[in-house]
């Protein structure tokens, strides 16, 4: 994740006058994060959700008096987990019961924290990995907390060659589970996303498809399935929908205009090569296939339309 620079008034009075940064917040070209802290509203606006998040931890804790331990889905952007329909606007932190108060773009959450709950990261203070998970996952929606912790899963878990700790994860989701129930609210939401939580999830789309292929009834679903290609090639397909023996994928529009998925490739080249993948699939398995993209995930009722077109329905599927 690339950090937004973020400038302290006393800074920016180094080289210009009071007038004039008035005058750059009037025209909008600074943004204030809060009182004394400002960024370039060009490179705010160019930000992703999760690097706008961390944004806000590094401004407030520029700003406080006591470092604040930032948690919840701010903790999660901090330690590089993806955040689905976050809260653009406030950061999280976890205050004791002790310490009273309030402030403006802030969400504070009372509790206690263990010694090994905090951990330093970028020069901030934030809930650690598990500690986080558990946090979300208590208090966030289903799709939220699926998402951040199958990220996590897959951050610790899913290694360079595609091999997922399987007994690894299982001791993470206890250990987030265990923190959990520490609190007096939220164990059973926190129990339902941990188990549901899978790090072979490669993309927040491919952890909200999950949700709503399961919404819909399909209960063994397989992620990640290999399927072998030419010349000694593997293919992956992100869903084996084994209660039906078909296949589905993901198919997010980044991975056709981000330089780094591209690896030197054109957009055309991409299309074809997945073209010619999917051809393969289809002619070597005698699988039924379907892809979706965001369009086809909003309910659950969108992509049991778009499945149902590619004559691919759950069992028990009556018409509706």
């Known amino acids: 994740m690339t950090h937004l620079t973020l400038f ?6 180094g080289t210009m006058t009071p007038r004039r940064l008035a005058a750059q917040v009037r025209a909008g070209q600074l943004m204030r994060l ?9 490179d705010w606006d160019r930000a992703s959700p999760e690097a706008r998040a961390v944004g806000r931890a590094r401004a407030l804790t520029l700003t406080a008096a006591t470092s604040p331990v930032i948690s919840h889905e701010t903790a999660a952007a901090v330690h590089g987990l993806p955040l689905y329909r976050a809260d653009r606007h406030r950061a999280h932190v976890i205050a004791p019961h002790s310490r009273p108060g309030r402030a403006g773009g802030v969400i504070r959450h009372r509790g206690e924290l263990a010694d090994d709950d905090v951990v330093e990261m970028h020069g901030l203070h934030v809930t650690s990995l598990a500690r986080t998970v558990s946090d979300v996952a208590r208090t966030a929606t289903f799709e939220q907390a699926v998402t951040v912790a199958d990220a996590a899963l897959r951050q610790q878990f899913l290694g360079a060659r595609g091999e997922y700790d399987v007994d690894g994860a299982e001791r993470f989701r206890q250990a987030a589970l265990e923190i959990a129930r520490r609190s007096a609210h939220g164990v059973t939401r926190a129990r339902r996303v941990l188990d549901f939580a899978d790090g072979r999830a490669q993309l927040p789309g491919e952890s909200i498809s999950r949700i709503r292929l399961y919404e819909i009834g399909f209960r063994d679903i397989r992620l990640q399935v290999p399927v072998p290609g030419p010349g000694h090639r593997l293919y992956f ?18 991975k056709y205009v981000d330089g780094h998925l591209l690896d030197g490739r054109t957009s055309s080249q991409v299309l074809d090569e997945e073209k010619q993948r999917e051809d393969w699939i289809r002619g ?4 039924r296939y379907a892809r979706w993209g965001w369009p086809h995930i909003t309910t659950a009722a969108d992509l049991r339309l778009r499945l149902d077109a590619f004559g691919i329905r759950p069992p028990h599927w009556t018409a509706r």
């Open 34 to 42: 809060r009182p004394g802290v400002y960024v370039p509203s060009a």
């Open 8 to 13: 302290r008034r006393d800074q920016l009075l």
């Open 237 to 254: 397909v992100d869903f084996g929908l084994e209660d039906v023996e078909a296949f589905g994928e993901f198919d997010g529009s980044l």
């Open 284 to 287: 070597t398995t005698q699988r």
